[in-house]
């Protein structure tokens, strides 16, 4: 179908929730992705921070295939291999105890939610559920997970949002401390805050927080569904910080695409839910965590290490090009914000699309980029030389 014609569909058939760019894409390979009419794109975005080691890789597909032909789903009322092999990995790789499947982000900070309450209801009785969430952070698009999120801007319509969230600055430790009143169960947060304009937190803050958190029995929910599975180039990002978070969720990149999320808990969080307290129908999904198992195979010391590499050689280049509208370069491993002065960060992205790169926005003044974890320094070049050409046109 040619991409006039999936666009004419999409506004007569599809709720327009989406600020879609004009462009459509067939198929990809790498990192570079093709147009139904052949215009070939370097993907600066992986979906979303989803597509963690890029498109069309054999072994990936082959194992999907292999896992739906044998089976492609049983309900979480029986035993199956798939997810306590992928469960196994992931306890033993972070340090955490134990895991819930979920299907998507939201979905996972809603489970975080739930065992924080929980948690502080089993050992303390009513009147300590509420959680600490900083501004300019992003949790999810459910009710819940968008009270928990700190920007007014998607405190609307929807009312009555769930009761019980509050907002602190981020990186200011006085403000937090101030909040830390008797009703506090918990503090979440992002540990580079992703929508919110790629603002990596303070190590010293992280520390602080942490500290905090652990003197008062108030848990620290750390939400990993953007920044974990080796974006940061750790498996998750709180390795490189100097802490022990009580849980910990992940989501997007996980599956290398298809939808899987999940809980990690600490031993103190490992046994509040129990049978009847929480659950869903595709946790877990034999095909998906199939799928989890190949990401994290590949997600080895040395890819990881790569993904640092990769990250520092992006953040160089862009700092090397005498744009004046380019400010602050910021992020951790292959999460990269770079903010832009005077223009609208989104017209630029659609410049950039047209010219065959494809790059995010974030927060009011960014420019984001997340590109497969597995993307070669071939189409980094070839990515970023478009990148270059866009932006300093946009001078004229
Ligand atoms: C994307 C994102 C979410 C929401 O994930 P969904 O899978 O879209 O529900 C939550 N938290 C963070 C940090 C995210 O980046």
New binding site residues.
């Given amino acids: 179908m040619q991409s006039d014609k999936i666009k004419e569909l999409d506004k007569q058939n599809v709720m327009q929730t989406y600020p879609r760019f004009d462009v459509v894409i067939e198929r990809g390979e790498g990192a570079t992705l093709y147009t139904p009419e052949g215009a070939e794109i370097i993907d600066f975005t992986s979906g979303?921070?989803v597509n963690s080691i890029g498109y069309g890789n054999k072994k990936w597909a082959d194992a999907i295939h292999a896992q739906a032909m044998k089976l492609q789903h049983i309900s979480n009322l029986y035993y199956s291999e798939p997810y306590v092999k992928l469960a196994e990995a992931l306890t033993k790789r972070t340090g955490m105890k134990n895991v819930f499947f979920s299907n998507?982000?939201?979905?996972?900070?809603e489970g975080m939610i739930k065992i924080a309450r929980k948690y502080s209801f089993d050992k303390h009785g009513k009147g300590k559920s509420t959680i600490i969430s900083l501004y300019q952070?992003?949790?999810?698009?459910?009710i819940t997970?968008l009270a928990a999120t700190g920007q007014d801007v998607l405190h609307n319509f929807f009312f009555p949002f769930t009761e019980g969230f509050r907002h602190v600055q981020a990186n200011d430790i006085k403000a937090l401390e101030n909040e830390l009143t008797d009703d506090v169960c918990a503090v979440m947060l992002?540990l580079v805050?992703?929508?919110g304009g790629v603002i990596p937190l303070c190590p010293s803050y992280v520390k602080a927080v942490y500290e905090l958190c652990a003197s008062k029995d108030i848990l620290l929910l750390i939400?990993?569904?953007?920044?974990g599975v080796g974006r940061c180039g750790t498996l998750m990002a709180f390795m490189q910080y100097d802490i022990k978070p009580d849980i910990v969720?992940f989501?997007?990149g996980i599956a290398g695409g298809l939808?899987l999320?999940g809980i990690l808990a600490n031993e103190k969080c490992s046994g509040v839910f129990v049978p009847g307290t929480h659950g869903t129908t595709f946790g877990g999904n034999p095909v998906a965590t199939t799928a989890a198992q190949v990401v994290l195979d590949i997600l080895d010391d040395k890819l990881l290490g790569e993904v640092i590499k990769k990250g520092d050689y992006i953040k160089e280049q862009i700092k090397s090009w005498d744009i004046p509208i380019i400010g602050e370069i910021r992020g951790r491993g292959l999460m990269i914000g770079i903010s832009i002065k005077d223009k609208v960060p989104r017209e630029l992205a659609q410049k950039c699309a047209n010219n065959g790169v494809l790059m995010l926005t974030a927060g009011a003044d960014a420019l984001r980029m997340l590109p497969p974890l597995t993307i070669t320094y071939d189409e980094i070049d070839k990515g970023l030389a478009i990148l270059k050409k866009t932006l300093e046109r946009t001078i004229l």
């Fill in positions: 979303l921070g998507s982000g939201a979905e996972a900070n952070s992003f949790h999810g698009r459910t997970t992002e805050q992703g929508e939400d990993e569904v953007q920044t969720t989501a997007k939808p999320g």
